[in-house]
């Protein structure tokens, strides 16, 4: 079955830490993506990537940016991360064509800014 | 730039009757739509996709959506709503990345 796995389900940080968000996907996928969900605004594109060492901005891009190293890895960085980031984080990934696939979403992870 | 519209940010039905939950999109071309659903404390999953042909959608779960576009709407609906069927749905458009409206929360009472 394939897979998006994001290494952490929950994470607390305090303000001001640099914080890194991982993401897998074992499809050979050439999209990635990373959203933030929060109650009442549904999902919200940070940053996407269509290939290695590529980035392309999302609607709400400050305050992140994004790595991409290997086709298969994706992560999310907060530069300093701030009380306002305080979100559920989701990654996703499709084949090239997203007008007719879906996504495959990776479990989330839940991230606190203390 | 294009968009979608989730009309009501909460829906509730008695189990047994139809669900409707709407949405409208605004795109400058014929858009791809999908709806996802999330379950309390799940992962997103696709219920259905629309990509330009039939314009009646069918989905999982006896869920179907019908693209209109005179109207600009992709509404999702089922004849006769389940317990299960509690969730949060999602209307999506396909751009150059999926832009999520910001959701509906169907409840469902026996």
Known sequence: DVKVTQSSRYLVKRTGEKVFLECVQDMDHENMFWYRQDPGLGLRLIYFSYDVKMKEKGDIPEGYSVSREKKERFSLILESASTNQTSMYLCASSPPGTANYGYTFGSGTRLTVV | ?110
């Open chain 2, 1 to 110: 730039a294009q968009s979608v519209t989730q009309l009501d940010s909460h829906v509730s039905v008695s189990e047994g009757t139809p669900v409707l939950l709407r949405c409208n999109y605004s795109s400058s071309y014929s858009p791809s739509l999908f709806w996802y659903v999330q379950h309390p404390n799940k992962g997103l999953q696709l219920l259905l996709k629309y990509t330009s042909a039939a314009t009646l959608v069918k989905g999982i779960n006896g869920f179907e959506a019908e693209f209109k576009k005179s109207e600009t709407s992709f509404h999702l609906t089922k004849p006769s709503a389940h317990m299960s069927d509690a969730a949060e749905y999602f209307c999506v458009v396909s751009v150059a990345a999926l832009i999520f409206g910001k959701g509906t929360t169907l409840s469902v009472s026996s």
